[in-house]
């Protein structure tokens, strides 16, 4: 064998560390790869289950409100539930979705009292009310008139004169600011009568009614005592479902169900999704 100059074994030597360092960097970038893959797909199945229970809870609480059992029967009045399906410990809450302002069907009257009740001042409330109906289409004006006054406002578009189809629309509207439609916003439903529920509402929506002049300042007074087997005909509920599951798994989700009336199942969802925070 012919001799080898030792500078030519050491560079050999160097390259054959070299690529085991490579060898081993690839190889714990790969075990690195597949634990993040592991961690993330885990976080997906807990997440999923924890949806699925939180889901499955929903449809208890649809149980509960159509239940005239006094045992049984849930109040849609604000009230919370904990509920546990398989690992998941779920909090309900239960609120009567007649006691928000439904935009396409409020007078303008009562839209400005919630936008006064919100901070806004009454003259701003006023103009913005008009917008909204106008928006909405229960206020009629000149389709030119309304372009101008959008154009005014460096707006390209007019309103449609037709009804939401959903809440962003409103952040549309001539005058409304991102901060005035957040303050609103939990106030507001499209599957709510022209006039809330002065019972379910909640202290904004009940100063907006005093505003408004459809409620005294003495507020309303409690309602008769009913026959606790006597359910409403129709219920339109908002559900909270708060779940808690394995892997510190956390969903929030919410519906909106039409319970009663003739619906063949007794119940029809009209809003299901995730919650934001």
């Keep these: 064998m012919p001799n080898v100059p030792a500078r030519s074994r050491g560079f050999a030597l160097l390259i054959v560390l070299w690529m085991l360092v490579l060898i081993a960097f690839v190889v714990a970038q790969m075990t690195a790869a597949g634990r993040t893959e592991s961690r993330i ?126 809440l962003d629309e409103l952040s549309r509207v001539r005058g409304m600011t991102g901060t005035l439609f957040r303050a609103l916003q939990p106030h507001l439903t499209l599957f709510g009568p022209a006039d809330p529920n002065a019972t379910a509402a909640d202290p904004v929506v009940a100063a907006a009614l005093v ?16 026959n606790p087997n006597a359910l409403p005909d129709i219920i339109i509920a908002r559900i909270h479902a708060a779940a808690e599951g394995p892997g510190n798994a956390r969903v929030r989700r919410m519906a909106i169900i039409r319970i009663g009336g003739r619906e063949p199942t007794g119940y029809r969802p009209l809003a299901w999704g995730n919650e934001d925070d």
């Design 41 to 166: 797909a885990g976080n997906l199945a807990a997440n999923s289950r924890s949806q699925a229970a939180a889901d499955g809870a929903i449809y208890e609480a649809i149980f509960h409100v159509s239940d005239a059992r006094p045992e049984q029967h849930w109040q849609v009045d604000g009230s919370e539930h904990a509920v546990q399906i398989g690992q998941s410990r779920i909090t309900l809450q239960l609120e009567d979705e007649a006691g928000r302002i439904n935009p396409n069907l409020a007078s303008g009257s009562l839209l400005e009292g919630l936008l006064r009740a919100v901070g806004s001042p009454p003259e701003t409330a006023a103009d913005i009310a008009r917008a909204i109906t106008e928006w909405v289409g229960s206020a009629k004006r000149p389709v030119e008139e309304l372009l101008v006054e959008y154009q005014a406002a460096g707006l390209d578009y007019g309103p449609p004169g037709a009804p939401l189809e959903s």
């Design 211 to 226: 505003l408004s002049g459809a409620l005294s300042s003495a507020g309303v007074a409690a309602p008769p005592p009913a």
